[in-house]
């Protein structure tokens, strides 16, 4: 699938209007990677020339720790990167692609270039960003709760931890 039919199927993008869309997949570029290819690092910090957002188009990325323990995997219409484009903080997981793998990159400078021009579209955007972000939250919530509560396993089995 294209960038655009990407976006337009995603439900992480199902607000986007079709201008919107449009702006999107001219702006975003298509990038093939290899199985293996390590997105992100564990703790490294998003550098502002090399910070950026992807959304996976073909494939499929996992989420790990930086000592391998899988927190997830992501496939075609999900995101991931996308708190590098609110700050500059260290990287939460690490993320690599398994087995070839596509991706539309929207790149922090992108992203701000699109802030001074496109307003309304980075807004729309940020509030994207925010919605992920949002999920992410709740998700961990969740596992803390129960922790809390005196069930860790759920927390254990995401990090690796049960026996």
Same mark, same amino acid.
Do not use: N
């Given at each position: 699938?294209?960038?655009?039919?990407?976006? *337009?199927?995603?439900?992480?993008?199902q607000d986007l209007d079709a201008d919107e869309l449009d702006l999107l997949?001219?702006?975003?570029?298509?990038?093939?990677?290899?199985?293996?290819?390590?997105?992100?690092?564990?703790? /490294?910090?998003?550098?502002?020339?090399?910070?950026?957002?992807?959304v996976i188009l073909e494939g499929e990325v996992l989420v790990s720790t930086?000592?391998?323990?899988?927190?997830?995997?992501?496939?075609?219409?999900?995101?991931?990167?996308?708190?590098?484009?609110? /700050?500059?903080?260290?990287?939460?997981?690490?993320c690599t692609s398994v087995g070839r793998t596509r991706t539309a990159e929207?790149? #922090?400078?992108?992203? /701000?270039?699109?802030?001074?021009?496109?307003?309304?579209?980075?807004?729309?955007?940020?509030?994207?960003? *925010?919605?992920?972000? *949002?999920?992410?939250?709740?998700?961990?919530?969740?596992?803390? #709760?129960?922790?809390?509560?005196?069930?860790?396993?759920?927390?254990?089995?995401?990090?690796?931890?049960?026996?």
């Amino acid at each position: 699938m294209s960038i655009r039919e990407t976006l *337009a199927t995603s439900p992480h993008f199902q607000d986007l209007d079709a201008d919107e869309l449009d702006l999107l997949d001219r702006v975003m570029v298509e990038r093939k990677w290899p199985g293996g290819h390590v997105f992100l690092r564990e703790g /490294d910090r998003a550098a502002s020339l090399t910070a950026a957002m992807y959304v996976i188009l073909e494939g499929e990325v996992l989420v790990s720790t930086g000592k391998g323990t899988e927190l997830g995997r992501l496939g075609p219409g999900d995101l991931f990167g996308h708190m590098s484009l609110l /700050d500059h903080g260290p990287r939460g997981a690490a993320c690599t692609s398994v087995g070839r793998t596509r991706t539309a990159e929207l790149t #922090r400078a992108t992203f /701000d270039e699109l802030q001074r021009s496109h307003t309304a579209v980075a807004a729309r955007w940020k509030l994207l960003v *925010a919605g992920q972000l *949002a999920r992410d939250l709740r998700m961990l919530t969740g596992l803390v #709760r129960s922790a809390a509560a005196g069930d860790s396993g759920p927390l254990r089995r995401r990090l690796g931890l049960a026996s």
